[in-house]
């Protein structure tokens, strides 16, 4: 038998410390009402328009930067004294970063620290934590990375703008969001592919400037957003459909030809005709005629829906809310769910609801990173952090917000989370929550609210023997039941 508080870590992000007791409550009938619920206003998050137009500016002086380097001849070897000479023997410039480029470089991390701040405030104060907890996941499984310069502002408008408005929508609707954003365009370098046959394409070739088709983001469509690996597509497949999405590039960013020749305001969607590969493209056995943006537009609608997409997300929702080896039978029932509403989303949720294997208490899910502190930092009360408290925060514990190793995202399970040193960083985070805590939170009085009947003999002995307050409550947060879900 589970509880409410169950719903609540399982479903949720964890109860907050200032809620009812956990183990009251209808646990199916709260995971049901959150989808009937809004996410809340996300506050201090720029504007595409602002991170588009600080991009442009900082790939500019780039440009002017190297220009300048150009200009200067360093003397040669033969001239220089032994001083003057690096230790290697060879003649070498350093390179200089201008104060204006390391000035830009600052106004994007602090962009992108902006963003992570609104992400973990809205986290902590959510009245609809399942639906910020499938926000994540879906920012997860259209992962993108802020290393780069190029995606370090888009990176987290790709979630605030493709993912959250869609999170209850079709899944379809979402994908085209999220492959159209510039954060996906230029981290995946779709915004420099060009049709070999395209207008520019030629013009170049003449010129001895073959411009190369790019691969990325169709193969990743392909592999990791829709049908998933070994699912009956071939090269030729993830070839054709780079060629339907030639042209797709970011207005007003002028990296390459596709931003000299879009159209729209700085940060905009566009597509340049002028870069699109010509013809009918045949693309998992169906063919789509030619047509610009449309034809790769099409190939998206045709792989929203597809059977082996449906199997795809089905695994992997099922993986993150019921156990790393997914259930069958639970991957079959939202799988169906999915197929027979054509991807609405909202169906897929509720056929997840009603899975007894999510429910079951003997299969718990390890927690991440980012799911433990926020439920941690919702236990003790704590309802916003600073924006560079959060980007630490996150990097020490081993998961920076939107910097996942590979367009895969993030790993979900248990065996990527629960290494020694990855525990000792959590023991260690808990001891500093708890002292920001401080005496006015009573690990005693708490645990029955975040664990309800999870709550083991164990852990409330270790914390009635505590030596002071804070160290009961750095033990509850580090507790084999508070690191699990």
């Not at 410039?93 to 809205?122: C, F, H, I, L, Q």
């Not at 999170?167 to 996906?184: K, Q, T």
């Not at 411009?211 to 690996?229: C, Q, S």
């Not at 997914?326 to 899975?355: C, H, N, W």
């Amino acid at each position: 038998m589970v509880d409410l508080a169950f719903a609540e870590n399982r479903f949720g992000l964890g109860p907050r410390g200032d809620a009812a007791a956990g183990v009251a409550g209808d646990p199916r009938g709260w995971a049901a009402a959150q989808l009937r619920g809004t996410q809340p206003q996300l506050a201090g998050v720029p504007s595409r328009r602002e991170v588009a137009e600080g991009l442009a500016d900082y790939l500019q002086m780039q440009r002017e930067a190297k220009m300048e380097a150009r200009d200067v001849t360093p003397a040669p070897a033969a001239m220089m004294t032994r001083a003057d000479m690096p230790k290697d023997g060879a003649a070498k410039v350093k390179k200089e970063v201008s104060p204006e480029v390391k000035a830009a470089r600052r106004e994007g991390r602090d962009t992108y620290a902006r963003m992570v701040g609104a992400r973990v405030n809205a986290a902590l104060t959510s009245d609809t934590p399942f639906l910020e907890r499938l926000t994540h996941f879906w920012a997860n499984h259209f992962a993108v990375s802020a290393q780069k310069q190029t995606t370090l502002g888009f990176a987290g408008l790709l979630e605030m703008e493709a993912i959250r408005p869609h999170v209850n929508g079709r899944f379809g609707d979402m994908l085209l969001a999220v492959e159209r954003h510039p954060a996906m365009l230029f981290y995946l370098d779709q915004a420099q592919s060009i049709g070999p046959n395209s207008m520019f394409g030629q013009r170049a070739a003449a010129r001895g400037n073959n411009r190369g088709l790019n691969e990325n983001l169709a193969r990743e469509i392909l592999e990791l957003h829709t049908l998933g690996v070994r699912t009956g597509y071939a090269q030729a497949d993830v070839t054709e459909f780079a060629r339907a999405l030639t042209g797709w590039t970011v207005a007003g960013i002028s990296r390459g030809p596709g931003g000299r020749f879009a159209s729209g305001e700085p940060g905009d969607f566009a597509c340049v005709d002028l870069l699109h590969e010509p013809g009918a493209r045949t693309i998992i056995g169906r063919r789509y005629a030619e047509g610009g943006e449309a034809q790769g537009r099409a190939v998206l609608e045709t792989l929203a829906t597809h059977p082996a997409t449906a199997r795809h997300i089905a695994t992997k929702l099922t993986r993150h809310f019921a156990a790393d080896d997914p259930p069958p039978a639970m991957v079959a029932r939202l799988e169906q769910a999915f197929l027979k509403s054509g991807g609405d989303l909202p169906t897929v949720y509720r056929a997840l609801i009603d899975s007894p294997e999510a429910w079951d208490p003997a299969s718990v899910k390890f927690r991440s990173p980012w799911d433990w502190t926020v439920a941690s930092l919702r236990a003790v009360g704590i309802k916003s952090l600073e924006p560079m408290v959060s980007v630490g925060t996150f990097r020490e514990l081993g998961q920076p917000v939107w910097m996942p190793p590979s367009p895969a995202g993030w790993d979900d399970d248990a065996a990527s989370w629960a290494g020694p040193d990855a525990l000792v960083r959590r023991v260690e985070a808990a001891q500093r929550i708890a002292l920001r805590a401080g005496d006015r939170v009573d690990a005693r009085a708490l645990a029955p609210t975040l664990l309800g009947r999870r709550l083991s003999d164990t852990t409330k002995t270790a914390i009635a023997r505590s030596e002071s307050p804070i160290t009961g409550l750095a033990l509850l947060l580090a507790s084999p039941e508070m690191l699990r879900r």
